[in-house]
T-cell receptor, first 113, second 115 residues
């Protein structure tokens, strides 16, 4: 029972263009959503988060959008850079600081120079 | 140089043997976690510990055991009872339960192969 789904296993985007990574969830108890970035042979690193009381959170080139009614969130990267090539995981939690994160399966983003 | 160390990077074992994965952190974090990643699946929580000498089961604890005798160390033992032990194992730590999300750090992982 995959409560957090990333339906695109991979995505290729031209350098300088916008990258949009999508994530869907089924559990309405989730209140916090996070994106992590993972390079090969390294652990994931936290990228950006959003709480359910917001519909948008922005941090530099990264913006996360949340559509609670559709149980959908997306990560926008503008402009995309070669260093953004990595696997991106979305994750969800029922409350702030809850150690029991539920992760999606990941999307491998490749930025084409 | 603060961080989380997992060793070894690759580990090979024969079926039926117990194996212990190491996780050490020098970040003075209270909480530590073990996750498992399988191909086509997200990270799944095995065990977590919020304080020394205390730990709780995560979503997939069966076949695993942990100990937390020291704040900086949280070893994971994959026992012979774990039916599908081959996977990528990630350790993480954070300062406290209510820490911000950007304060949870992951180690580089250990890839365990059991044949």
């Amino acid at each position: 029972d995959q409560q957090v789904k990333q339906n695109s296993p991979s995505l290729s985007v031209q350098e300088g263009r916008i990258s949009i990574l999508n994530c869907d969830y089924t559990n309405s108890m989730f209140d916090y959503f996070l994106w992590y970035k993972k390079y090969p042979a390294e652990g994931p690193t936290f990228l950006i988060s959003i709480s359910s009381i917001k519909d948008k959170n922005e941090d530099g080139r990264f913006t996360v959008f949340l559509n609670k009614s559709a149980k959908h969130l997306s990560l926008h990267i503008v402009p995309s850079q070669p260093g953004d090539s990595a696997v991106y995981f979305c994750a969800a939690s029922p409350n702030f600081g809850n150690e029991k994160l539920t992760f999606g399966t990941g999307t491998r983003l490749t930025i084409i120079p | 140089d603060g961080g989380i160390t997992q060793s070894p990077k690759y580990l090979f074992r024969k079926e039926g043997q117990n194996v212990t994965l190491s996780c050490e952190q020098n970040l003075n974090h209270d909480a530590m976690y073990w996750y498992r990643q399988d191909p086509g699946q997200g990270l799944r929580l095995i065990y977590y510990s919020q304080i020394v000498n205390d730990f709780q089961k995560g979503d997939i604890a069966e076949g695993y055991s942990v100990s937390r005798e020291k704040k900086e160390s949280f070893p994971l033992t994959v026992t012979s009872a774990q039916k599908n032990p081959t996977a990528f194992y990630l350790c993480a730590s954070s300062p406290a339960r209510a820490a911000g999300w950007d304060e949870q750090y992951f180690g580089p992982g250990t890839r365990l192969t059991v044949t």
